[in-house]
């Protein structure tokens, strides 16, 4: 399976330019009223604006869209929204769901599916309302951790449940974040996490021990997303951080701001991409071993081994949305291609911050076939590179696609949507 992954890999990225796997295509923007800037024949529009701190986004069979928020406001931490003359705006705005805060949002077999950083919940939709009305049930309950604790969700054809169990760690070391400290061997927290986990998507109060782990390596996949076109799960790897701060002498400052690199990833059963052992250096196309296993910035070791990304972007954007583009109202290039929402970096000081912009991957079947463009940008603000996040005014972190084949972004800071239609 690796060497058929690293095949793949080197198909998709054999048409980018220069050294790197996933080099930005520049294309023509403009920018409008909503305040980002998009491609020219497209148009972004607000479509409803300071719901609260946003993480995800999930779409009804009615076309409502459902915003998942990291803070309860009023204590209430879902937004459902509707459209009902269909101007392209909110008309109603209803809160609900009395839990802490979460990321996770998805609708499948006529339930919206929901979760908190512990456990994931479900409720019932009856005839069209808004918001669904069958009883709250507990659909898994995992342990709690201090890092990279969000529980994204996919489902599947089959009527399963993928969840992500981040890594409660940057690179296995014990103690946590320190200089100099090796990483532990074998990371035992790869057992519990560090990868996505597959339950049933209809069994309820199941708990850890019903889960399988599909894959793992996986420090920590914020976007995660089930891609119906040719059945596999797709996820954006979070690399990890501080490679100067705890290694000077192995890295510069400037190599740590821009690896190791932000992993798309293509997750067949058993899947192995190398976490803690290994990272990706997007320049080199290459899994090195890190720092905390012996590595020297160059050596590579047993991470020959590991499973290869479709692509690889820069370090600290922060993936943390990803969704495929099935519909027909895009021109067909965008057909079967992925979007990717980047929440933007905190960790490349002293140099600028980047990310903060939403990019697109085409496919050609079910490969890509060359590198990204970034489709909308401007969330920062004036600066799209700020000196860190609090300088940044939005920061995209949920995607979504409508039945019109609309897409919508979701803003983690003041909570805004954006409606992004093709217009040609």
Not at 206 to 221: E, P, V
Request: contains cysteine; charged residues 20%.
């Amino acid at each position: 399976m690796r060497k058929l992954a690293f095949f793949l890999f080197s198909l998709a990225t054999i048409a980018c330019k220069n050294d790197a796997p996933a080099t930005d295509t520049q294309i023509s923007t403009q920018e409008n009223s909503a305040g980002i800037t998009v491609p020219e024949g497209f148009k972004a529009e607000i479509y409803a604006d300071n719901l609260g701190a946003g993480r995800h986004l999930a779409i009804g069979k009615a076309g409502d869209i459902y915003a998942r928020l990291a803070v309860g406001e009023e204590g209430k931490s879902i937004v459902a929204m509707r459209d009902t003359n269909a101007d392209g705006k909110v008309d109603i705005t209803e809160y609900f769901e009395e839990l802490a805060g979460g990321t996770g949002i998805k609708v499948h077999n006529n339930y919206l599916y929901f979760s908190t950083n512990e456990q994931v919940f479900r409720r019932a939709f009856k005839g069209n309302e808004l918001v669904p009305t069958g009883e709250r049930e507990l659909v898994l309950t995992l342990p709690s951790q201090n890092q990279h604790a969000a529980k994204p969700l996919a489902f599947d054809v089959q009527d399963s449940m993928y969840v992500t169990i981040g890594a409660p760690s940057n690179a296995c070391q014990d103690p946590d974040r320190q200089p100099g400290v090796v990483g532990q061997d074998p990371c035992p927290l790869l057992e519990t996490s560090g990868g996505i986990w597959k339950f049933s998507a209809s069994k309820l109060n199941q708990t850890f021990a019903d889960g399988k782990r599909y894959a793992t390596g996986i420090r920590h996949a914020v976007g995660i997303t089930y891609n119906t076109k040719d059945q596999k799960l797709y996820a954006m790897q979070h690399g990890r951080d501080q490679l100067h701060e705890f290694w000077p002498d192995i890295y510069s400052e400037k190599e740590s701001s821009e690896q190791p690199a932000e992993e798309f990833l293509r997750i067949e059963p058993d899947s192995d991409f190398g976490w803690p052992y290994c990272y990706f250096d997007w320049k080199k196309r290459t899994k090195f071993l890190n720092p905390e296993y012996g590595g020297n910035s160059d050596s590579i070791g047993r991470c020959v081994n590991a499973d290869y990304p479709l692509m690889g972007f820069p370090g600290h954007w922060a993936p943390n949305a990803l969704e495929f583009y099935q519909g027909n109202q895009f021109p067909v290039s965008y057909k079967g291609g992925a979007f990717i929402a980047f929440h933007g970096s905190w960790n490349r000081a002293p140099f600028p911050q980047q990310g903060y912009r939403v990019v697109f991957v085409p496919f050609s079947g079910n490969d890509p076939i060359s590198g990204y463009t970034s489709f909308a940008a401007g969330f920062a603000g004036a600066s799209d590179d700020p000196s860190s996040p609090a300088d940044a005014k939005y920061r995209p972190c949920g995607l979504a696609v409508d039945q019109a084949g609309a897409l919508y972004i979701l803003d983690s800071r003041e909570g805004r949507v954006w409606k992004v239609t093709y217009q040609a």
